[in-house]
């Protein structure tokens, strides 16, 4: 079981994204007013609470939606996880697409420190089933 701690947005592409308390996620788009939303199989991103805490140990200060990630998850270590894997949070459900991604362009964090774990850390996925996450809230893995 995982804990949402939380919800990232960006109105635009290739700004950083900021948190909110929840948000409302639609079926094969993704989470509403986030600008990669879409329909393809990358609509969402998550990332593990823990891989953003390991990365603060290394003394570098950074805020939830840094690396770009859309939901921030307590619990899963979700690099070892497959593709294919289902979670379900309230009546959203997500269907895991991606693991990693090809960093062209490097993200602000990359340029400041030299690193960015959302390519080797983050997951995408599509949205199956729509519904709000609020912070706080479980997401758990369908089996």
Request: hydrophobic fraction near 40%; charged fraction near 25%.
């Amino acid at each position: 079981m995982g804990i949402v701690r939380g919800i990232c947005i960006s109105e635009k592409r290739g700004t950083q994204k900021h948190e909110v308390s929840e948000a409302k996620f639609v079926s094969d788009w993704g989470i509403e007013s986030d600008a990669h939303a879409g329909h393809w199989h990358r609509q969402v991103s998550l990332l593990s609470l823990q891989k953003i805490e390991e990365f603060r140990a290394r003394g570098v200060a950074v805020e939830f939606g840094a690396f770009g990630e859309n939901l921030i998850v307590d619990g899963y270590d979700f690099r070892n996880l497959p593709v294919g894997t289902k979670f379900r949070c309230n009546d959203v459900l997500l269907e895991m697409t991606q693991i990693g991604k090809e960093c062209h362009s490097h993200c602000e964090i990359y340029k400041v420190v030299g690193d960015c774990i959302m390519p080797r850390e983050g997951v995408f996925a599509k949205v199956l089933e729509g519904g709000t996450i609020k912070v706080g809230d479980e997401l758990v893995i369908v089996e």
